[in-house]
C-alpha cells in the first residue's frame, strides 16, 4: 500500500510566502478602496448640509445660518436640523479621529466660513442671494482635527485671520489656516469643501495651499474653488 506523500517543510515555507505576498499586494489596493469609500461619504454629507442650507435661506429670507457666537442654540449645524432627515448622520466626517467626542459634546467635524455668518467683516455675504457666483463661494470645510471638542464656538472659521497683514507678510498664512482647517483629510492631500450652490468639490491640499501663500484669499465670497 503506498502513502500519501505530505507537503515538506520548504514547500510549506514556499506556501506561506506566496500568500505572504499576495496579501502584501492586495493590501494597498485594499486602503486605498477603503479612504476612496470614506471620500465619497463625506462628500455625501457635506451635500446634504448644502441641501438643507439652501432650504434654510429659502425660508429664512435668503439668510445663511448663524455660528455658535449668535447665542445657545444658534449653531448654524443645528438650526439645519430641521431640514436633515438625521442630523447626527451627517455632522461627523468617517475620517474625524474625534468623531465620537464631537457627537458627544454637540460638535461637527465642518468648520463653516466666517464669511456668510458673521456682518462684522466688510468682506460678508450674510445673504445667498446677494452673492454673485454662488458656485465659487465656499460656504463649509473640513475642520482641523486639532480643533477643541468642547468649545463650541470651533465650527467657523476666521479666514481675514489667515490672511492678515501680518501673517501674509510674515508667511503665516498657512500656518494659520491649519488652525482651523483640515485640507489633507482624505488620502492624506485633499479634503472635500462645500460651495453654497451645494455642490462638493474634491480639491488639492497642494493647490489650495499654492493659492494661500501667494495671498490669494481663496475664502472670499464669490472666489473660492481652484476656478
Not at 506523500?5 to 510566502?17: D, S
Not at 447626527?88 to 474625524?96: E, G, H, M, N, Q
Not at 462645500?194 to 475664502?219: C, K, M, P, W, Y
Amino acid at each position: 500500500m503506498r502513502l500519501k506523500r505530505g507537503f515538506t517543510l520548504v514547500e510549506m515555507l514556499i506556501v506561506i510566502a506566496v500568500i505572504g505576498t499576495l496579501i502584501a499586494l492586495l493590501l494597498p489596493a485594499i486602503q486605498t478602496a477603503r479612504q476612496t469609500a470614506f471620500k465619497a461619504s463625506c462628500s455625501s454629507r457635506m451635500r446634504q448640509v448644502g441641501l438643507a442650507m439652501l432650504m434654510f435661506c429659502d425660508a429664512n429670507q435668503g439668510r445663511f445660518p448663524q455660528n455658535a457666537h449668535a447665542g445657545a442654540g444658534k449653531s448654524w449645524i443645528f438650526t439645519l436640523a430641521p431640514y436633515l432627515e438625521s442630523l447626527d448622520a451627517v455632522r461627523i466626517c468617517p475620517l474625524d479621529p474625534n468623531a465620537q467626542a464631537r457627537l458627544q459634546n454637540k460638535q461637527t467635524s465642518y468648520v463653516i466660513s466666517g464669511y456668510i455668518t458673521s456682518s462684522s467683516r466688510p468682506e460678508s455675504v450674510r445673504e445667498y442671494r446677494k452673492l454673485k457666483a454662488p458656485s465659487r463661494t465656499i460656504t463649509v470645510c473640513e475642520g482641523s482635527n486639532q480643533r477643541s471638542v468642547s468649545n463650541l464656538g470651533a465650527e467657523h472659521t476666521h479666514p481675514w485671520n489667515w490672511f492678515s497683514a501680518a501673517n501674509i507678510s510674515a508667511g503665516t498664512v498657512w500656518t494659520e489656516a491649519l488652525k482651523e482647517i483640515q485640507p489633507d483629510q482624505h488620502m492624506g492631500d485633499s479634503a472635500n469643501f462645500l460651495f453654497a450652490d451645494a455642490h462638493v468639490e474634491t480639491i488639492s491640499a497642494f493647490d489650495i495651499r499654492q493659492r494661500a501663500e501667494a495671498g490669494d484669499n481663496f475664502a472670499l465670497p464669490d472666489k473660492g474653488g481652484m476656478q
